[in-house]
């Protein structure tokens, strides 16, 4: 009884407290400066990127396209602080005392995301004319009449309920066949590549063994690891092409957001994780194997920058991030076009070849598309930074393919002669499916 008497003398003195709902938590203040970050960079890079290639994009677009289905944890945060976008800088205030994320750009590099706390003034270089871009011979109109009613399919999710196709492509025998583009973009808007980034690392580091510049199969040159006793420092490259490190990580996946959106540079952090396994026996698909990768590689970029592979494969419309150190960004942050991934495909199809100068080293397809390592769970397996179709019904077992998240696909099948390009905003969760897609474009050229 006594009890009942002053719950009830409580609901009486407090009515208020106890109907109302609790109040709204906080997010950390880490997890605000990250998704200020994400929305700095990624609207930046869109379009900044977008006006070099003679494009354009409006913050609307990238609001409801690249800002939409993020990470849950920062999903509603990014939707709601604002971008103020100057000439060369986004900034993105998250704070009431920090300064705003800022993303600073240059025609040469793209965009970089500053680190938090970062005050600095904007520098205006020269303005530049749009980067003018090579067209492809066009292919036979009845494989574009073919292909009509499986890029309408794609168009709507069919391929993936809930899915965001932003555009679609296919060479045939080095001709357009057929090319379709969501309302907001076009064959000059740039997109981020996410994880085909990693492929694009792959062929940089081919380009450098073709010069005679490194041997994939020599320990990687990590200063970090150089520690007399250092267990890491037998890692190879080839080892980190094929994420077979043994090195652990903060998460499956290895999101990196400190390196990509926090400001953290890739040799303060990618080079400190530790060993779980013994290197080349494990499988753990991770961004950092991919960053120490390139980063091994990184004194060829003086006289060999991406921008130059870029330039000699045509792909004028593509730009290579890197971090505010300086340090190329190539497990994910490529900014390029459908078209530019198509030549990217193409190369791998003419076994390195552009314009009879060798750029890769002969059987270069068939060192990256070999299963050597330890292989992951599931229907696809894994080469030396490209993904392969090898086990997929329907599918020639020679296909290849670079995979990004939201659903970038570059997808390489070198017995048809065929590059099939997909891109997308698919939101977390939503899943397009591109060895269905692959069939599906096959049989139609059939």
């Known amino acids: 009884m006594r009890t009942m008497i002053v719950a009830a003398a409580a609901a009486i003195a407090f009515p208020a407290i106890a109907q109302s709902p609790p109040p709204a938590t906080i997010p950390p203040a880490s997890v605000r400066a990250m998704a200020a970050g ?59 005392v920090m300064p705003a994320r800022v993303a600073l750009w240059s025609e040469q590099g793209g965009c970089r995301i500053m680190p938090v706390g970062w005050v600095g003034e904007e520098t205006s270089p020269p303005a530049s004319s749009p980067r003018t871009q090579t067209p492809f011979a066009v292919g036979a109109p009845d494989d574009a009449a073919a292909l009509e009613p499986v890029f309408r399919r794609a168009a709507v999710g069919g391929f993936g309920d809930g899915s965001n196709t932003t555009a679609l492509l296919v060479l045939r025998d080095g001709r357009l ?3 379709w583009y969501a309302e907001g973009f076009g064959p000059d808007t740039p997109q981020r590549t996410w994880s085909v980034g990693k492929s694009i690392a792959g062929t940089l580091i081919g380009a450098a ?35 077979a490190s043994g090195l652990t990580s903060d998460t499956a996946g290895n999101r990196t957001d400190g390196l990509y959106f926090g400001g953290v540079g890739i040799d303060e952090q990618a080079t400190t994780w530790p060993l779980i396994a013994t290197p080349g026996r494990l499988f ?16 060829t970029f003086e006289r060999h920058p991406p921008a130059e592979l870029f330039r000699r494969l045509g792909m004028t419309h593509t730009w290579a991030e890197t971090d505010w150190r300086g340090n190329y960004m190539l497990s994910s942050q490529v900014w390029t076009t459908a078209r530019d991934l198509a030549r990217f495909g193409q190369l791998y199809l003419d076994d390195g070849m552009v314009g009879g100068e060798r750029i890769l080293p002969e059987g270069w397809l068939g060192y990256v598309s070999a299963p050597t390592g330890p292989q992951p769970t599931g229907e696809q397996g894994y080469g030396a930074t490209f993904w392969l179709m090898n086990t997929s019904n329907g599918v020639p ?15 390489i099948v070198p017995s048809r002669n065929i590059v099939i390009v997909r891109r997308g905003e698919d939101p977390t969760g939503k899943r397009f499916e591109p060895v269905a897609f692959t069939r599906e474009v096959l049989a139609a050229l059939d």
């Open 284 to 299: 753990r698909y991770a961004n950092n194997d991919t960053l120490l990768a390139v980063l091994a590689i990184a004194p």
């Open 38 to 96: 994400y929305k700095a960079l990624t609207v930046c890079s869109a379009l900044k990127t977008a006006e070099a290639a003679g494009g354009q994009r409006t913050l609307e677009s990238v609001q409801a396209n690249e800002l939409v289905g993020v990470y849950p944890e920062i999903d509603a945060i990014v939707r709601e602080v604002p971008a103020d976008v100057s000439q060369n800088r986004v900034s993105v205030a998250w704070d009431g």
């Open 397 to 411: 077992a020679d296909t290849i393919s670079a995979n990004g998240n939201r659903g970038q696909y570059v997808i």
């Open 177 to 179: 066949v057929s090319e």
């Open 209 to 243: 063994v073709q010069r005679g510049e490194v041997d994939v199969n020599a320990p990687a040159a990590i200063s970090d690891w150089s520690r007399e006793g250092d267990p890491r420092a037998v890692i190879t490259v080839d080892q980190l092409m094929r994420m």
